[in-house]
């Protein structure tokens, strides 16, 4: 069974930095493409990053590009996304996706993990 | 960036009765990058369709995707009591990955 715990959401002043991280089991993590989706609060979903099976290519959306980085570890089967000079418009949960395909980074998301909520405030 | 535009916001509908859900895009999306999510409240999004049409696994066949160019819709046979929830489509075919804002079916 496919799982994905995010874990890193916390309380943040604006201007400042977080890392979030994402840790799967249940399949073979090199092999896929990984993404963050995030949902402000009552809003929809919005993309906001995707990285390589091997780690080397990487997208980003426009509203955190140059802000946000995103890695993974595979011998740790773990994604993350450094947030720095945030944005009280950041505030949202952070959900990391599994793509549906192998080897294939843009594409629909089988798995979703539960979130981990970001807040951005004074 | 493709828009995708859902409508209608809100669907108030019984258990039993048929739902059609529309996106509309801004352009042309192939049929091969076009999905629908479930999301209940309090959980994670659940893929329900991709490629317009094909089921995700362990999706009943109730639910079914349909369209082309820049219309597509999701149909709900006959609503169960599970189904009342928020309902997002998303097109990846090009980059930025977007998502429609969302279609809550509500129970009338």
């Known amino acids: 069974e496919v799982q994905l715990l995010e874990s890193g959401g916390d309380l943040a002043q604006p201007g400042g930095s977080l890392r979030l991280s994402c840790t799967a089991s249940g399949f073979t993590f090199d092999s896929y493409g990984m993404t963050w989706v995030r949902q402000a609060p009552g809003k929809g979903l919005e993309w906001v990053s995707a990285?390589?099976?091997?780690?080397?290519?990487?997208w980003y959306a426009d509203s955190v590009q140059g802000r946000f980085s995103i890695s993974r570890d595979n011998s740790k089967s773990t994604l993350y996304l450094q947030m720095n000079s945030l944005r009280d418009d950041d505030t949202a949960v952070y959900f990391c996706?599994?793509?549906?395909?192998?080897?294939?980074?843009?594409?629909?998301?089988?798995?979703w993990g539960q979130g981990t909520l970001v807040t951005v405030s004074s | 960036e493709i828009v995708l535009t859902q409508s209608p916001g809100t669907l108030s509908l019984s258990p039993g009765e048929r739902a059609t859900l529309s996106c509309r895009a801004s352009r042309s999306v192939s049929t091969t990058y076009l999905a629908w999510y479930q999301q209940r409240p309090g959980q994670s999004p659940r893929l329900l369709i991709y490629g317009t049409s094909a089921r995700a696994t362990g999706i009943p066949d109730r639910f079914s995707g349909s369209g082309s160019g820049t219309d597509f819709t999701l149909t709900i046979s006959r609503l169960e009591p599970e189904d009342f929830a928020v309902y997002y489509c998303?097109?990846?075919?090009?980059?930025?990955?977007?998502f429609g804002q969302g279609t809550r079916l509500g129970l009338k």
């Open positions: 998303q097109q990846y075919g090009t980059t930025p990955i977007t």
């Open positions: 990285i390589g099976g091997n780690g080397d290519s990487t």
């Open positions: 996706a599994k793509s549906a395909v192998r080897e294939i980074v843009i594409y629909s998301f089988d798995s």
